[in-house]
């Protein structure tokens, strides 16, 4: 692609210690999450999805929210979110001091019924009051459209479906819409046509991309996102990912592969590669696996 199109500087959301850490069934103490919110931070990455006011039993991983909420590290500059799906999931996120919260629902029926347990219009009904009532509080939103493109329950989503979801969160007061690919099958083509429907519409800094990396697309898919113009991109530390309740879905893109990626392009990110690296190892060790982040595996190989 043409160098003088790209952006001098993108902004990473990272949702590793959310999106990443979900999925893991091996429990990682709470000290060890808020080490590795802290040594995100230090790395340089300023938005931290740090974790999930869901049900305790939707995602066990999880269930210490409030107590990593109340301990999160005091990072000038850095903002913090945690992903709220419903009223009760507000109360905790306001008692445990949170300011920035992120809603979710889907682009496809049966995997909002499956994740929140709610239609996609029930889902946009509780959010309008969720989304209000934060906003009286002082807090901002972001809102998640999971299964933008594929679906694992239905097949292909079409952009419509994707926009009506999009519009309307952004008519509620969420600030930022999350296209995201939930199972990772999206290719460069796909990210084009969707953006190429959105983008007439929604303005182009409203907009981040959400991949996942399950068929090796999600770099080539941020390129495309690159080219439509987006500068906001989510990634998780190591490539750890996943959701319980889409079956197939494999790792985010990982923040390691992201950064070097834009960094080569000449595209500042603000982060430091080895301090990210620093930071993952030791949930790699926890959970006693290598991660599939390729350069989180360069960068451990040489520093042994
Ligand atoms: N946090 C803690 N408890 C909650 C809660 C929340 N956010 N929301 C509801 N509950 C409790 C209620 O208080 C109620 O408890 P009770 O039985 O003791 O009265 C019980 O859960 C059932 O409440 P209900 O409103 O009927 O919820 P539900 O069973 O329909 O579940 C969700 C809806 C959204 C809470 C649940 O599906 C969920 O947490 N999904 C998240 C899935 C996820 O995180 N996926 C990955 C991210 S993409
Ligand atoms: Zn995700």
Same mark, same amino acid.
Request: hydrophobic content about 45%.
């Given at each position: 692609?043409?160098?003088?199109?790209?952006?001098?500087?993108?902004?990473?959301?990272?949702?590793?210690? @959310? +999106?990443?850490?979900?999925? #893991?069934?091996?429990?990682?103490?709470?000290?060890?999450?808020?080490?590795? &919110?802290?040594?995100?931070?230090?790395?340089?990455?300023?938005?931290?999805?740090? $974790?999930? %006011?869901?049900?305790? @039993?939707?995602?066990?991983?999880?269930?210490?929210?409030?107590?990593?909420?109340?301990?999160?590290?005091?990072?000038?500059?850095? $903002?913090?979110?945690?992903?709220?799906?419903?009223?009760?999931?507000?109360? /905790?996120? &306001?008692?445990?001091?949170?300011?920035?919260?992120?809603?979710?629902?889907?682009?496809?029926?049966? %995997?909002? /019924?499956?994740?929140?347990?709610?239609?996609?219009?029930?889902?946009?009904?509780? %959010?309008?009051?969720?989304?209000? =009532?934060?906003?009286?509080?002082?807090?901002?939103? /972001?809102?998640?459209?999971?299964?933008? %493109?594929?679906?694992?329950?239905?097949? #292909?989503?079409?952009?419509?479906?994707?926009? @009506?979801?999009?519009?309307?969160?952004?008519?509620?007061?969420?600030?930022?819409?999350?296209?995201?690919?939930?199972?990772?099958?999206?290719?460069?083509?796909?990210?084009?046509?969707?953006?190429?429907?959105?983008?007439?519409? &929604?303005?182009?800094? /409203?907009?981040?991309?959400?991949?996942?990396?399950?068929?090796? $697309?999600?770099?080539?898919?941020?390129?495309?996102?690159?080219?439509?113009?987006?500068?906001?991109? +989510?990634?998780?530390?190591?490539?750890?990912?996943?959701?319980?309740?889409?079956?197939?879905?494999?790792?985010?893109?990982?923040?390691?592969?992201?950064?070097?990626?834009?960094?080569?392009?000449?595209?500042?990110?603000?982060?430091?590669?080895?301090?990210?690296?620093?930071?993952?190892?030791?949930?790699?060790?926890?959970?006693?696996?290598?991660?599939?982040? =390729?350069?989180?595996?360069?960068?451990?190989?040489?520093?042994?």
């Amino acid at each position: 692609m043409n160098p003088a199109l790209l952006p001098e500087r993108v902004t990473i959301v990272e949702v590793g210690p @959310r +999106d990443g850490l979900q999925n #893991e069934r091996t429990p990682i103490p709470t000290n060890v999450k808020l080490n590795f &919110i802290s040594a995100l931070a230090a790395a340089g990455l300023t938005q931290i999805e740090a $974790t999930s %006011f869901v049900h305790p @039993r939707a995602i066990p991983q999880l269930a210490d929210a409030v107590d990593v909420a109340r301990s999160l590290p005091a990072a000038p500059g850095v $903002t913090f979110s945690a992903l709220v799906p419903n009223d009760k999931g507000l109360d /905790r996120a &306001i008692e445990a001091g949170i300011r920035r919260i992120a809603v979710f629902t889907a682009a496809s029926e049966t %995997f909002a /019924r499956k994740n929140i347990n709610m239609s996609i219009d029930e889902s946009l009904t509780t %959010f309008a009051a969720v989304i209000q =009532r934060a906003r009286s509080a002082g807090m901002t939103v /972001r809102g998640y459209v999971s299964t933008c %493109f594929v679906c694992p329950f239905e097949g #292909e989503v079409s952009g419509d479906a994707v926009l @009506r979801v999009a519009g309307r969160l952004l008519e509620l007061g969420a600030d930022q819409i999350a296209i995201s690919d939930t199972i990772g099958a999206a290719a460069p083509t796909d990210v084009h046509r969707l953006l190429s429907l959105l983008l007439p519409v &929604i303005p182009r800094e /409203r907009v981040a991309l959400h991949f996942h990396d399950t068929y090796g $697309t999600a770099v080539a898919n941020v390129v495309a996102g690159l080219e439509a113009g987006i500068t906001t991109f +989510d990634a998780s530390a190591g490539g750890l990912g996943g959701c319980p309740y889409a079956p197939g879905a494999s790792g985010n893109l990982a923040t390691e592969d992201l950064v070097y990626v834009l960094e080569r392009m000449g595209i500042a990110t603000g982060v430091s590669l080895q301090r990210l690296a620093a930071a993952t190892q030791p949930i790699a060790a926890v959970l006693g696996q290598e991660l599939p982040s =390729r350069n989180l595996r360069r960068l451990s190989v040489a520093a042994c």
